[in-house]
């Protein structure tokens, strides 16, 4: 292990539905959400734990509450292990669970802390802690689509989050700010501020289609955006099957 975390090898296949192939080299270890393993080479152990990596040193009672706030923050109570048991480099597969895409986040090159929607989580580097961040201002945890719980990665080394339809990052610098479709967050350097602000305009909130509130973020640092929220995918699915009979195709 160098620099605190495992120095992992990876590659993405797919386009709307991917996986990320990990490589490891013996003696090494990736952590995942519990149900995402896709596949596995010879020579790779899996081991169910409360304890994610970076935790294991807090005691059982520590290692309860961390699993709770994962809980809370919409992940498994548990993390599944992959370490590379044997004397070849072997991989270990994830696929995300709904269409989109799959990001790779260097964490080193990031201030070392990102904070994620809840559910975002896929995978990471062993020497990667992962834990749940408060929002601190009440107005964004109550009307922020996310709520008051996000998850915090913090590390040095690779993490790997999922979202939907296409992601791709924003630069803000000092005092730039940007209004943003609530659920379109995928991630942000904890140096951007966020809060909420109400959609102008009586015609707009109730008939322009973006609900009655955007978030409000202001630089420095980086924001992920995704363009299609699961949760607006699964209202447009319900949306198309409300009302239709039995017999329709």
Known sequence: MANGSDIIDYRLVGDDMQAVIVTLD?????????????????????????????????????????????????????????????????DVAFSAPYPGKIVPMPLAEMGGTMLCQKDAFLAAARGT??????????????????????????????????????????????????????GCIVALQPSVSYDIQMVGGFKNALFGGEGLFFAHLCGPGVVYLQ???????????????RGRGTGEG
Do not use: C, W
Request: charge should be neutral; proline fraction near 3%; aromatic fraction near 8%.
């Open 26 to 90: 013996p003696g090494e270890q990736v952590l995942a959400e519990a149900g995402t393993m896709l596949y596995m080479h010879d020579g790779v152990e899996m081991q169910t734990t409360t304890a994610a990596a970076g935790g294991e040193h807090r005691g059982l009672f520590g290692r309860m509450l961390g699993a709770a706030g994962r809980a809370l923050a919409g992940e498994s109570f548990f993390i599944t292990t992959f370490s590379n048991t044997g004397s070849a480099r072997a």
């Open 129 to 182: 802690e992962i834990s749940v961040a408060f929002q601190k201002k009440i107005g964004a945890g109550l009307f922020g689509g996310e709520g008051f719980i996000l998850q915090k990665l913090q590390g040095d080394g690779l993490a790997f989050v999922h979202a939907g339809g296409s992601v791709f990052p924003l630069q803000l610098g000092p005092g730039q700010s940007l209004r943003v479709d609530t």
């Open 227 to 241: 363009t299609l929220p699961f949760a607006r995918l699964a209202d447009r699915i319900g949306a198309a099957t």
